[in-house]
């Protein structure tokens, strides 16, 4: 395995240059993916900033810590795009040098821009487009905005998280901000790979819904097949028994127990090989079917040890296992050292959580952290792009 730092000229967007016009999560996530990964990524803000630099406390360096966590590796350009002089400034940047626009302002903006896909197409077709939107660019919800905790309620995704009986509950990460970023940076690597080929660049349309319905992948298939809607399991899941957290005499463990040979080493640990021939607990099928006797039973086991004496006898006996550890206790853990996710960002009072990605073994390291609003536009030889046109 490579232990020597990706030069900046080696990654693979090395020379791409990314026009992002986002703000708050998605679009910003997905620039800095491609920030990351070698391209240029520059940020275009509205007078006063994107709206996640004041979605704090806490702050740090200027800004808020979610901001800093969405944006290294990107330049600052502050522009009014409602003044006719910034306006054809970012045309003619893009003109001149884009090789990617990534948008997810609000429906119609662009195109009242005249800074849309098919426009720029018109005058520069080698140019990649990704659209990132809430409900898509069809549709009776087409022109409704959308946001993380609406998408998670509207896809289905709060009706199967939390307790059984229990309050609508949001998955704490913005999962669906977050993955439609992802989608939208692999649609735009999938345009850029093809360009190399057809020298033509192409659309990518992502949406949040579309995220919330594919993080429903196996809910949707479980109702389709069997015509009952899935329900709240707390932190189990649909079809597996067991597979779930459970009380210890220090806190909670989950233990993924997910074929008929680990339930059969978890009863030996826990001292009730007779669970192994009942009847009831035969078969995966079979504990679905009676969770309702297994788990009460299983829960009088696991709250008699702590969490890592637990631990300690399901590793030995081959049994998947993993404390609920806070957000503290993760970064702290020898395995998050060891796998190097944290790294150090040039200009950051704190490290960041890195590219979840290597490549030839060695993850590509921060170059810079998030910009400070409009310092782009301090540097005068970027401003001097033509707007006669």
């Known amino acids: 395995m490579s232990s020597t730092a990706l030069l900046p000229s080696s990654l693979p967007l090395a020379g791409k240059v990314v026009i992002e016009l986002g703000h708050s999560v998605a679009a910003p996530f997905a620039g800095q993916i491609l920030g990351d ?13 994107d709206d996640a630099r004041k979605w704090g406390p806490p702050f740090v360096d200027g800004s808020a810590a979610t901001f800093q966590s969405l944006n290294r590796n990107k330049r600052s350009l502050r522009l009014d795009l409602r003044q006719k002089k910034d306006h054809l400034f970012l045309k003619n940047l893009i003109l001149e040098r884009a090789d990617v626009v990534l948008q997810n302002m609000r429906p119609g903006q662009v195109e009242a821009l005249s800074l849309d896909a098919a426009t720029l197409h018109l005058e520069k077709p080698q140019l990649v487009y990704c659209n990132l939107g809430a409900f898509g660019s069809m549709g009776p919800m087409a022109q409704r905005p959308g946001y993380d905790p609406l998408m998670q309620a509207f896809g289905g995704i709060m009706s199967v998280v939390g307790e059984p009986g229990g309050n609508p509950v949001r998955v704490g990460p913005s999962i669906i901000d977050m993955g439609t970023g992802m989608w939208a940076a692999l649609g ?5 790979m093809q360009r190399q080929t057809t020298g033509i660049g192409g659309v990518v349309d992502v949406s949040l819904f579309e995220t919330a319905a594919a993080w429903m992948t ?10 009952n809607v899935p329900g709240k399991n707390g932190s189990g899941q649909t079809g597996i028994v067991p597979y779930r957290a459970f009380k210890t005499a220090d806190g909670d463990l989950v233990v993924s127990a997910g074929n008929d040979t680990l339930f059969k080493r978890l009863c030996e640990v826990l001292k009730h090989p007779e669970w192994i021939a009942d009847p009831l607990f035969a078969s995966n099928p079979e504990r679905v079917r009676h969770a309702h006797i297994l788990n009460p039973m299983l829960e009088v086991c696991f709250v008699s040890k702590s969490s890592s004496d637990w631990t300690s006898l399901l590793d030995n006996a081959g049994v998947p296992c993993a404390p609920v550890q806070d957000v503290a206790a993760m970064l702290a853990h020898p395995q998050t050292e060891a796998m190097g ?4 960002v040039p200009g950051s009072s704190i490290p960041m959580i890195g590219l979840p990605m290597r490549l030839d073994g060695t993850r590509p390291q921060p170059r810079s952290s998030s910009p400070t609003l409009g310092e782009m536009n301090l540097t005068t030889s970027e401003m001097t792009t033509d707007v006669t046109t």
Do not use: N
Request: overall charge neutral.
């Open 188 to 192: 735009i690597v999938c345009q850029l």
């Open 218 to 227: 196996m809910y949707s298939a479980q109702f389709l097949s069997s015509g």
């Open 341 to 344: 996710i944290l790294q150090k």
């Open 37 to 49: 990964l070698g391209a240029e990524v520059i940020k275009i803000e509205k007078p006063d900033g």
